[in-house]
């Protein structure tokens, strides 16, 4: 595997179900990052964990829980979402130097009925 | 705050010819980055180009090649020699100064849809 990859591409699921997102980096970056894209609109950052640890949570609601177990890893636990919550969720890793480009997975779509 | 406007939601080229897409963004910081970003219908967002605004030449990759004229506040991408894979959607994006162990932050535009035609 190269780049960023992450699975499951295709995620349907309740309002009552518990789910995660799964990313991981074959770059040997060492910051990741989690986005939410929504139907125009422009991409929303979620979280950004540098060096394993978290750096940003921009006012993301509780239901949506990330975990960084390691540099090359990235987790969002999903539990008792809303339907507004259904968007595209893609995931990206960096180095931590400033002006590092980030380099994007190929996104979860993610439904909740 | 920064933001950053494309305001072209849709265009479109004819394979092989030129087509300039527009960017402007609005900042009071004298450095910063640049990025174009492009997703075709696969979804996978990718990187097309990067640009310092500390460096006063233009960045090229291939095909790619950026106009930043940062006076202006102006960050527009070309496109030479359409190919029908080019198409996809494109997002402009900027990057603020770091300060105080403060991460990386991308503010991205809304996007163009540019659609290549045979």
């Known amino acids: 595997e190269t780049g960023v990859t992450q699975t499951p591409r295709h995620l349907v699921m309740g309002m009552t179900n518990k789910k995660s997102l799964k990313c991981e980096q074959h770059?040997?970056?060492?910051?990741m990052y989690w986005y939410k894209q929504s139907a125009k609109k422009p991409l929303e950052l979620m979280f950004v964990y540098s060096l394993e640890e978290r750096v940003e949570n921009n006012s993301v609601p509780s239901r949506f829980s990330p975990e960084c177990p390691n540099s090359s890893h990235l987790f969002l636990h999903l539990h008792t979402l809303q339907p507004e919550d259904s968007a595209l969720y893609l995931c990206?890793?960096?180095?931590?130097?400033?002006?590092?480009?980030?380099?994007f997975g190929p996104g979860t779509r993610l439904t909740v009925l | 705050a920064q933001t950053v406007t494309q305001s072209q939601p849709e265009m479109s080229v004819q394979e092989a010819e030129t087509v300039t897409l527009s960017c402007t963004y609005d900042?009071?910081?004298?450095?910063?980055?640049l990025f174009w970003y492009k997703q075709p219908p696969s979804r996978q967002m990718i990187l097309v180009i990067r640009q310092e605004a500390y460096k006063q030449q233009n960045a090229t990759e291939n095909r790619f090649s950026v106009n930043f004229q940062k006076a202006a506040k102006s960050f527009s991408l070309k496109i030479s020699d359409s190919q029908l894979g080019d198409t996809a959607m494109y997002f402009c994006?900027?990057?603020?100064?770091?300060?105080?162990?403060?991460?990386?932050?991308?503010?991205f535009g809304t996007g163009t849809l540019l659609a290549v035609q045979p």
């Open positions: 990206a890793s960096s180095q931590v130097g400033w002006g590092a480009a980030q380099y």
């Open positions: 994006a900027f990057m603020k100064p770091r300060y105080g162990g403060a991460t990386n932050k991308l503010i």
């Open positions: 770059l040997g970056h060492n910051a």
């Open positions: 900042t009071s910081e004298n450095n910063y980055y």
